[in-house]
Structures are given as structure tokens and as C-alpha cells.
């Protein structure tokens, strides 16, 4: 079975301040990778994917993701995060070799960031 | 584009009532994934429809159903409702063609209360 850990459940940081949330997922095969996010009140938006091609992906609002293969991570990062960050964050795993090529995403249990001013 | 929409937002239902819930995907999206939200167990896959068809199905009981029509619309229905069923329910939708998997992009959600 698939499983995604997402290690950091709250993280708290001040405007400015870098982000660097982790994701690491079981499948050994072919993967596609999200990181959505939902804001207070607001549903699930996709903030960035990777398929195939440079493991370093840039998504909405100055995110970017590095997808390394060898460690099945699949890391968020922001050099600097603004008050508006604030949210919930998900990375999700399609195991393509476990669903045929469907949409069956496998979610980690999510991180809440809040940035404080 | 209009984004997915899905009916109700809110539900209030008795124990062992049926419910159905409703998704309307993006124009043009082929396929629809519906997905359970809780504080205890997060994000849970139910199941997926492409072409009329369920290609993909969650670990969760057969009382957990759904459908898809022509159209791409989809329902999902829940029969004989237990408490644990109190959760949001996520309709996503994709493109999706041949064996290919393309990004979901999910609805607001209908929030389901069982008492």
C-alpha cells in the first residue's frame, strides 16, 4: 500500500522567514507529486506538480518543490513567507504503477502553518 | 472556466438515512474523483469515475457508492449512515485521457453532519 508522512504537523514562523515543509512518500515506482493547500475557509487549490522532467518545480506564489528520487521526498520550500501563507498545507502521491494511470491520490495528514507579523 | 461545484454545501442526516451528493466537474474534465475529508483520518480516497465507468475504488465499505453520467456529472450516495460517516466530501476533477493522469483540481465540498 501507498502512504505519505508529512513530518511537521504545525509550524509557526515569522514573516520573512524561510519555509521548508517535508514529504516523503513509500511507493518505489513511477509517481506523480502535488502539494495543494487550503486556505482558512477556502477549498483545496493545487499549488504545484511534478510529472516528469527537472525534479525542481516552481508552482503559485513563489513555492517550488524538489522531487529526489533517491529519498522518495518530496520537499516544499519558500525562501520567504508572508502573513497571507498562512494556511494548510498537503502533498499528495499518485502511484501511477498502483492505480493504471487514474487519479487515486494518497495524502499526507497535512501541516498547518501559521505566519505570524 | 467555472471551477467544480458541488450540492449540497451542508446536509444535516439521521442515522441509517441514504444521502446523495452531487459533482459537477470543469467543463471538459472527463474525470471525477470523489474523496473523504476528516480531522481523524484526513484525506481518503473513495473512489474514481472516467467515461461512465469506476476505475479506481478506496478502502471503504459498499455502502459507499457512486455514479457517473454522460455528462461527466457524478453522485455519490452513502446508505444506512453511521456517526463516522460525518465528514466532508471532496469531488475533484481531471482530465485524464488514456493512460495518462493529469491534476485534480477539487470542488468546496459538501459538509455532511449525521446525528
Known amino acids: 500500500a501507498q502512504s505519505v508522512s508529512q513530518h511537521n504537523h504545525h509550524v509557526i514562523l515569522s514573516e520573512a522567514a524561510s519555509l521548508e515543509l517535508g514529504c516523503n512518500y513509500s511507493y518505489g515506482g513511477t509517481v506523480n507529486l502535488f502539494w495543494y493547500v487550503q486556505y482558512p475557509g477556502q477549498h483545496l487549490q493545487l499549488l504545484l506538480k511534478y510529472f516528469s522532467g527537472d525534479p525542481l518545480v516552481k508552482g503559485i506564489k513563489g513555492f517550488e518543490a524538489e522531487f529526489i528520487k533517491s529519498k522518495f521526498s518530496f520537499n516544499l520550500r519558500k525562501p520567504s513567507v508572508q502573513w497571507s501563507d498562512t494556511a494548510e498545507y498537503f502533498c499528495a502521491v499518485n502511484a501511477r504503477g498502483l492505480t493504471g494511470g487514474g487519479n487515486k491520490l494518497t495524502f499526507g495528514t497535512g501541516t498547518q502553518l501559521k505566519v505570524e507579523l | 472556466k467555472a471551477g467544480v461545484t458541488q450540492t449540497p454545501r451542508y446536509l444535516i442526516k439521521t442515522r441509517g438515512q441514504q444521502v446523495t451528493l452531487s459533482c459537477s466537474p470543469i467543463s471538459g474534465h472527463r474525470s471525477v474523483s470523489w474523496y473523504q475529508q476528516t480531522p481523524g483520518q484526513g484525506l481518503q480516497f473513495l473512489f474514481e469515475y472516467f467515461s461512465e465507468t469506476q476505475r479506481n475504488k478506496g478502502n471503504f465499505p459498499g455502502r459507499f457508492s457512486g455514479r457517473q453520467f454522460s455528462n461527466s456529472r457524478s453522485e455519490m450516495n452513502v446508505s444506512t449512515l453511521e456517526l463516522g460517516d460525518s465528514a466532508l466530501y471532496l469531488c475533484?476533477?481531471?482530465?485524464?485521457?488514456?493512460?495518462?493522469?493529469?491534476?485534480?483540481?477539487f470542488g468546496p465540498g459538501t459538509r455532511l453532519t449525521v446525528t
Open positions: 475533484a476533477s481531471s482530465l485524464r485521457a488514456g493512460g495518462d493522469s493529469y491534476e485534480q483540481y
